[in-house]
């Protein structure tokens, strides 16, 4: 079955740079969530978005932006970042009015030197 | 906010039962879960229980929910050393996962 696609799986940057990180959900899965997960941290929700609008903020900083398209994918988009932005960012995706589990991906792991 | 709450650590025998505890805080959850995580790996979905089940089985899986002191339980039969990982505990909130701390499965031969 298919799953939830991130890319890149790894990515390397350096404070003040910004970077975007991609998501597909599964496909006919028409809500998105994003978490951040720092070293030996439970996932903490980021933002979501359902049928292409924002859903729901958590606490997403206000350097951090996100959206999603109209194929449903959706990207993350991070900038002036800090070390502290270091983290596992995973995506979820779910289909509302199916039970709405969440389904994660593999995550992309952000490094900031 | 409040925090779901789980033990940090458990270790057990290849071939042993493991129970690994939770208590959450929002009452209305209408889903409960259990997810996987591997080291380095992402949050594989194990079971979930519907809020007005009691017990869900499935295979080696038994999940049992208590609503009245809000305690949700994740039993693993015949323990294996690839059960080895972090188990998190999450409840569905209006809008996200809310995860408890993870618990760290060692699985000895």
């Known amino acids: 079955a298919a799953g939830v696609i991130q890319s890149p799986r790894h990515l390397i940057k350096e404070k003040r740079e910004t970077a975007t990180l991609k998501c597909y959900p599964i496909?006919?899965?028409?809500?998105v969530y994003w978490y951040q997960q720092g070293p030996g941290q439970d996932p903490q929700f980021l933002i979501s978005?359902?049928?292409?609008?924002?859903?729901d903020k958590g606490s997403i900083p206000d350097r951090f932006s996100a959206q999603q398209f109209s194929d449903y994918h959706s990207e993350l988009n991070m900038s002036s970042l800090e070390l502290g932005d270091s983290a596992l960012y995973f995506c979820?995706?779910?289909?509302?009015?199916?039970?709405?589990?969440?389904?994660f991906g593999p995550g992309t792991r952000l490094l900031v030197l | 906010g409040e925090d779901v709450e789980q033990s940090l650590f458990l270790s057990v025998r290849e071939g042993d039962s493991s129970v690994i505890n939770c208590t959450y805080t929002?009452?209305?959850?209408?889903?409960l879960y259990w997810y996987k995580q591997e080291p380095g790996a992402g949050l594989q979905l194990l079971t979930y229980?519907?809020?007005?089940?009691d017990m869900k089985q499935d295979q080696r899986l038994t999940v049992l929910l208590n609503k009245k002191d809000k305690h949700l339980s994740l039993r693993i039969a015949d323990t294996q050393t690839g059960d080895s990982a972090i188990y998190f505990c999450?409840?569905?909130?209006?809008?996200?996962?809310?995860f408890g701390k993870g618990t760290s499965l060692l699985v000895t031969p």
């Open positions: 979820a995706s779910s289909e509302r009015g199916a039970g709405e589990t969440q389904y």
């Open positions: 496909p006919r899965h028409d809500t």
């Open positions: 978005f359902y049928e292409k609008m924002q859903s």
């Open positions: 929002d009452s209305s959850s209408t889903y």
């Open positions: 229980i519907f809020s007005n089940m």
């Open positions: 999450a409840e569905s909130t209006a809008y996200a996962l809310n």
